[in-house]
């Protein structure tokens, strides 16, 4: 009897581990597909979602006051390092945020105020004056490529929510986005610009995706030394 139970015992040992090793190579397998996009679901639906995308724009370093802490190397460096961890074909070009979108969070007076010291920088830029850079207060300034670089921060995220709601048999639809991009937004205020943000990004973002998608509850999920005041200030009275 204690060799039966022996045997028995090695037995199913001897199963556990081809199952544990079954469900190995499926999971390995599963995840090649999520990686290809390659996933067959449903009735025959080819699956072309991918797993992650990451947005950026090599206009975004180009927003550089000198001797600022906020400074493009915050993102070349990030970008640098991704870059040696994955493929070219996951990266993509942030677009320019419209002044549409950029309603759904900010004010009309927020905007023209904006595009006011951006055409002040640009053409000091162009005269060569001594002082190029508009202040908006002792941390936040526009230089002539600031609003730009701000628009594409903005446009990353817009862009990468209509990414994540494709179909899935679309080749662009993801499961996740990486924006790498700056300058950054969470002090932005609806009215202000502050605290080297000029756009809420999060707030456009998240605005977008209830306009634009029906999503009814978004959660900003904030992680800095600092306070996100702009995207608390932006949803107050929500």
Not at 10 to 24: D, I
Not at 101 to 119: D, G, M, P, V, Y
């Amino acid at each position: 009897h204690e060799k039966k139970k022996g045997i028995d015992s090695r037995k199913k040992n001897q199963q556990t581990a081809e199952s544990q090793q079954v469900r190995a190579i499926e999971e390995s397998k599963f995840q090649l597909h999520q990686e290809k996009g390659e996933m067959e679901i449903g009735r025959g639906v080819k699956q072309c979602r991918k797993d992650i995308a990451i947005y950026w724009h090599k206009h975004c370093v180009d927003h550089a006051i000198a001797n600022h802490p906020e400074q493009p190397a915050r993102v070349s460096s990030i970008l640098q390092e991704l870059r040696r961890h994955w493929s070219e074909e996951i990266f993509r070009e942030a677009p320019l945020v419209t002044e549409d979108q950029i309603r759904l969070f900010h004010s009309a007076e927020h905007i023209s105020k904006l595009n006011t010291l951006s055409c002040r920088a640009q053409i000091a830029h162009e005269k060569k004056l001594p002082n190029r850079v508009q202040m908006i207060d002792q941390d936040t300034m526009v230089m002539h490529h600031t609003l730009e670089a701000a628009k594409r921060a903005a446009g990353s995220i817009v862009s990468a929510i209509d990414d994540c709601f494709l179909p899935v048999s679309d080749p662009r639809a993801v499961r996740r986005a990486f924006c790498c991009v700056r300058p950054p937004g969470h002090h932005a205020e609806r009215g202000r610009s502050m605290g080297f943000c000029f756009l809420n990004n999060a707030g456009i973002a998240a605005r977008y995706a209830q306009q634009k998608y029906g999503v009814k509850k978004v959660a900003v999920l904030d992680f800095d030394v600092h306070h996100g005041n702009g995207t608390e200030e932006g949803f107050a009275d929500d």
